[in-house]
Structures are given as C-alpha cells and as structure tokens.
C-alpha cells in the first residue's frame, strides 16, 4: 500500500463515475427521444386513418 | 460530407458504427486500465503516483481535442452551413465540460502529493480552467437564446475565438514558469517516456476519444430527434 493510493483510488472512482454517468445519461435520453419520435408518429398515423 | 446532412442517413450510420464503437471503447479501456494499475512500472521519482497520469494525461488531451472538434464544427457550420454541423458542436460541448472538469479535478489530486497544492495559478492550470469557461460559454449561449440559428451562429463564433486558447495550453508549459513538466509526448524530436509507460498512455488516450465517439452520436441522435419531435407537435398544434 503506497503512500498515494487514497489519490489513486479518488482519481480513478471520480473519473469512471462522471464518464459512466454522463455515458448512461446521454443513452437513456437518446432512447427516450426514440420512443417519443416513435409515440408521435403512431399517433399521427392513427388521427390520418380516423 | 454532404452526404450525411441528411439526419435519416446520418441515424443509420451512427447505428452501424456505434456497436463497434462501444466493444472497441470497452476493450480499450480495460487493456488501458490493466496495464496503467498492474502492468506499468512506478516512476523513478513520483513513485505509485505516477498511476495518475493515465486517467489524467488522456482527459487533459481529450478536453483539448473535443474543443477543436466544436471548432471545426463551427466553421463548417457558418462557412457551409452544414446541418449536422451545428447539432454536432452542440451534442459535443457537454462531454468536453465533463471531461475538461476531469482533467482540472485529477490534475488537482495529483498536484496534491507531487507539488504539495492542489492549486496554483500557473499557466497551464489557468489556461485549462479557461478552457472549462469557454465550454461552459458555449452551452450557455445555446441555452440563453430562444431561436435556434442565431443561438447556433453566436456560439459557433464563440467557440471559433476561443480556439486562440488551445495553442496557449499547450506552450503554457514553455512560455511561463510552471509547476508542470515541459511536454514529454508530443515533440518534435518524439517522446522522452519509455515504452513501458508511454503504451498504456496511449491505449487510454484512444479510449477516451472511442468513449467520445460513442457519447457524441448518442448525443447527435437526441438532438436529431429533439428536432423531429419539435416539428411533429408543432404540425400537430397547428
């Protein structure tokens, strides 16, 4: 155990938490857009059949 | 390149891309991560500390890329007016603040032990930390103005002054006295790092700019279909 490794240990929890974290936010909002492109086009296609 | 101004085509693209993009980023990072924590010698003077440098090292020079990323987006976008340019500049800022963030908070843990502060006006620090503003500038403009274009036409200038800042940060090191060391990488007559740490360096480099390609099109994607979603309830108010 080096005299550094709480540094260490902070460096490298702080970076994988931001860039999982910014990663998994992008993704989830990107898949929502999905859904909701998704969700408006059914709808449109639905109000032109009625 | 015009080819892909098209938003359909450049979704289908990004998907074929996007799951090579993810497995090699993944891969990348943990032959990167192995080496950097098991399988790299310590420094002869930093000791273990040294370990630092490879998750500060690739952010540092990924805050530095992203930036002239939006700024060549930029200029695309007001020379050509490029539609996709704009969406990519803005999908990129976020990640660039981020990780420019990173580079300033691992730079600061580091600094810690080698220089005994965690901060210290130097050039380096300083320009970097103007860096951070720029990013922080340009999201703010897109966020500030209402009407998309001008919003998109004001940050892309901004992001086109502020690349007069990417040459400062990297001769900061030799134009002012500072803590950090002069460049040991990128030289004209090569690198003075042995192999043994200069490869994990680099596999980590490569993971974060893959890392970067991966964010930015799932972010590139959500603006399209902001976009799209903006149009279809405005049809459907009307």
Redesign the interface.
């Known amino acids: 155990m080096s005299d550094y490794t709480g540094y260490i240990v902070a460096t490298y929890s702080i970076s994988a938490v931001a860039l999982v974290a910014l990663a998994l936010r992008s993704y989830m909002a990107m898949k929502r857009s999905e859904r909701q492109v998704l969700a408006l086009r059914q709808a449109r296609k639905a109000e032109g059949e009625r | 390149m015009h080819r892909f101004a098209n938003p359909a085509k450049f979704t289908r693209l990004a998907d074929r891309i996007l799951p090579w993009a993810i497995t090699a980023a993944l891969i990348a990072f943990a032959v990167g991560l192995y080496y950097a924590?098991f399988n790299s010698p310590a420094d002869y003077q930093q000791?273990?500390?040294v370990?630092?440098m490879y998750?500060?090292v690739p952010?540092a020079w990924s805050a530095m890329f992203i930036y002239a990323f939006i700024a060549v987006a930029s200029f695309t976008a007001l020379v050509w007016r490029h539609p996709l340019a704009l969406i990519a500049g803005k999908a990129a800022a976020?990640?660039g603040a981020?990780i420019t963030?990173?580079s300033l908070?691992?730079g600061s843990?580091?600094g810690?032990?080698m220089w005994g502060t965690y901060w210290e006006w130097d050039g380096r620090m300083t320009s970097v930390l103007v860096l951070f503003f720029l990013y922080i500038g340009y999201m703010a403009i897109w966020q500030a103005l209402d009407e998309e274009e001008k919003a998109g036409r004001a940050a892309s200038i901004l992001a086109l002054v502020g690349v007069v800042n990417l040459p400062i940060i990297k001769f900061s090191v030799e134009w002012w006295n500072t803590l950090h060391q002069p460049a040991s990488v990128m030289r004209v007559d090569g690198p003075t790092m042995p192999a043994e740490m200069l490869t994990p360096l680099l596999i980590m480099g490569v993971a974060y700019q893959l890392?970067f390609l991966?964010?930015v099109l799932?972010?590139m994607?959500?603006e399209i279909?902001?976009r799209?979603?903006d149009v279809?309830?405005q049809?459907?108010a009307e």
């Open positions: 924590l000791g273990e500390s370990r630092m998750v500060h952010a976020p990640i981020m963030a990173l908070i691992t843990l580091w810690k032990p890392y991966v964010v799932w972010r994607k959500l279909n902001n799209k979603i279809m309830r049809a459907t």
